[in-house]
C-alpha cells in the first residue's frame, strides 16, 4: 500500500514483474476505505480517540501525528512526524450535502504521487456510479503541477483546465478554489507591496492602506467596507471576506475617486 501511494505506476510495474503476485490496485481502493459513516461527526472516530488518550494517559507519553498512508505499519523513530494532512472531500452540485472521502498524514507529497491518489479516487467513485465533473484545489505551487501530472494545463497561449477521468475518459475540469486564491493574492500583495501587470503598469498595496487611514481618519467610507483589519490582515489570514473586500471593485473606484 505504501508503494502504491507514492508510485501508483510504479506499483504496477512491479506488480506485473512478479507476475500478479501483488493485489490488484481495486483491492487496495478497498483497502484504504475502514470505516462507513454518514455525513455528520464520525462516531467511530471519537470512540477510537478515546481509547487511544485513556492508554496514553496511562502510559504517562504524549501523542504525535507520525506518516500514515494507510500501510498499517507501527510509528517508531524512522518514521517523520507528519507536517500536513492531505484530505479528500465529495460535494454535491446537485443536492446539499458533502462528505470525507480519505486522509492521509503525510511529510510532504510529490505531484506524482498526488495525482496517482486522485486518479485512485475518481476510479473508486466510479465504481458506485458517482459522476465527478470536476476537481477543486486549493493554490500552493505543487498543486499546479499536479494537475498537469493528470493532462490539464493552465497556460495562456494554450489552456487546458481539465483532465480525463482514468475510467471513463470524460471531462473532469479543474479548478483552482476561488476563496483560496483571493487569500493568496492578496497576501502576496500585502507582503511584495508591489506587483505589474502584463502592461507593466504597477500594483501597489500602499494605495489601499492609505485609503484604510484616510477613512479611519473622517469617520466615514467612501461606499467600501475597508477598515484597518483589512490592511492588518495577519491578524485574521483566514477570513475570506477580508480578503474579497479589500480586493473589490468598491475599493478600487474608492481609490480613483481620491487620485
Not at 501511494?5 to 512491479?14: E, I, L, N, T
Not at 471519537?46 to 504524549?62: I, N, Q, T, Y
Not at 443536492?95 to 507529497?109: E, H, Q, T
Request: aromatic residues 10%; hydrophobic residues 40%; charged residues 25%.
Amino acid at each position: 500500500m505504501t508503494l502504491h501511494f507514492y508510485s501508483p505506476k510504479a506499483y504496477r510495474y512491479v506488480r506485473q514483474t512478479f507476475c500478479s503476485a501483488l493485489p490488484d490496485s481495486s483491492t487496495l481502493r478497498s483497502w484504504y476505505s475502514t470505516i462507513n459513516s454518514e455525513p455528520g461527526f464520525t462516531s467511530e472516530s471519537f470512540d477510537a480517540l478515546k481509547e487511544r488518550v485513556s492508554e496514553e494517559k496511562k502510559s504517562g507519553s504524549k501523542l504525535s501525528g507520525y506518516v500514515d498512508v494507510g500501510s498499517g505499519i507501527e510509528t517508531c523513530d524512522d518514521i517523520p512526524l507528519a507536517k500536513d494532512a492531505l484530505v479528500f472531500m465529495a460535494v454535491a452540485i446537485d443536492d446539499r450535502w458533502k462528505i470525507p472521502l480519505r486522509y492521509f498524514l503525510v511529510n510532504g507529497i510529490d505531484a506524482s504521487a498526488n495525482a496517482g491518489l486522485i486518479q485512485n479516487c475518481l476510479q473508486r467513485l466510479d465504481e458506485i456510479g458517482v459522476e465527478v465533473v470536476s476537481l477543486t484545489l486549493d493554490g500552493p505551487s505543487q498543486h499546479f503541477t499536479t494537475v498537469r501530472q493528470l493532462g490539464a494545463t493552465f497556460d495562456f497561449i494554450d489552456p487546458k483546465p481539465f483532465s480525463l477521468h482514468p475510467s471513463n475518459k470524460k471531462k473532469v475540469n479543474v479548478i483552482f478554489d476561488a476563496c483560496h486564491m483571493l487569500k493568496l493574492f492578496r497576501n502576496c500583495l500585502g507582503y511584495m507591496k508591489e506587483l505589474h501587470d502584463s502592461e507593466g503598469k504597477k500594483i501597489e498595496w500602499r494605495f489601499i492602506t492609505a485609503l484604510a487611514y484616510l477613512q479611519e481618519q473622517e469617520g466615514l467610507r467612501a461606499g467600501n467596507r475597508l477598515k484597518i483589519a483589512h490592511i492588518q490582515y495577519w491578524k485574521m489570514k483566514m477570513k475570506v471576506a477580508l480578503a474579497a473586500q479589500t480586493l473589490s471593485s468598491s475599493v478600487a473606484d474608492a481609490i480613483e475617486f481620491c487620485a
